[in-house]
T-cell receptor, first 116, second 114 residues
Framework: AQTVTQSQPEMSVQEAETVTLSCTYD???????LFWYKQPPSRQMILVIR??????QNATENRFSVNFQKAAKSFSLKISDSQLGDAAMYFC?????????????FGAGTILRVKS | NAGVTQTPKFQVLKTGQSMTLQCAQD?????MYWYRQDPGMGLRLIYY???????DKGEVPNGYNVSRLNKREFSLRLESAAPSQTSVYFC?????????????FGEGSRLTVL
């Protein structure tokens, strides 16, 4: 079964500095998709960034970028120039295709605290 | 511009009571999902529906039933609530095929079973 592991329950970063959140996954599939979602205290789930496994180039969205290592099954999220509004729970997720639809499998999450 | 709407947002039940969580999306998505979120465990899939008329079990389906009423609506029913079902429940819908689409989430429903 596909699993997603986030080994850091909590992380802290100073405002304006850079932080990296780790994620590893287990799969036997060759085509799949990886996501990072952010959940602020409002509880709303917000897509941060998405990576297609067939693309070698790492995805980037403004201050957010990923380091995708397919052979190592690793998908880390780097947040540059951290802001107070980045404080949230971050979830890594993996998606694959099943016969009757597709599902996202989530990691346990990492709480990110941003210090001013 | 509603997206995914869940009701109710909060509910307190006694053990053994039943209730239904309602979910509706207005984005014409085929796939819909119910997840539960518990501390330290992330989001776990309860049931999903790849298209109107089909439903399938996820990781933690025991104690739940679902109905895909039409393309817009996907409800989750607890027939006899248990304290272990105290959780935050999220409905989500998804565009795209082959795992490409972004999941759009509702705001969540906090359920407490006493």
């Amino acid at each position: 079964a596909q699993t997603v592991t986030q080994s850091q329950p909590e992380m802290s970063v100073q405002e304006a500095e850079t932080v990296t959140l780790s994620c590893t996954y287990d799969t036997s599939e060759s085509d799949y998709y990886l996501f990072w979602y952010k959940q602020p205290p409002s509880r709303q789930m917000i897509l941060v960034i998405r990576q297609e496994a067939y693309k070698q180039q790492n995805a980037t969205e403004n201050r957010f970028s990923v380091n995708f290592q397919k052979a190592a099954k690793s998908f880390s999220l780097k947040i540059s120039d951290s802001q107070l509004g980045d404080a949230a729970m971050y979830f890594c997720a993996y998606s694959y295709y099943m016969e009757y639809g597709n599902k996202l499998v989530f990691g346990a999450g990492t709480i990110l605290r941003v210090k001013s | 511009n509603a997206g995914v709407t869940q009701t109710p947002k909060f509910q307190v039940l006694k053990t053994g009571q039943s209730m239904t969580l309602q979910c509706a999306q207005d984005m014409n998505h085929n796939s819909m999902y119910w997840y539960r979120q518990d501390p330290g465990m992330g989001l776990r899939l309860i049931y999903y529906s790849a298209s109107e008329g089909t439903t399938d079990k996820g990781e933690v389906p025991n104690g739940y039933n679902v109905s895909r009423l039409n393309k817009r609506e996907f409800s989750l029913r607890l027939e006899s609530a248990a304290p272990s079902q105290t959780s935050v429940y999220f409905c989500a819908s998804r565009s795209g095929q082959l795992g490409t689409g972004e999941l759009f989430f509702g705001e969540g429903s906090r359920l407490t079973v006493l």
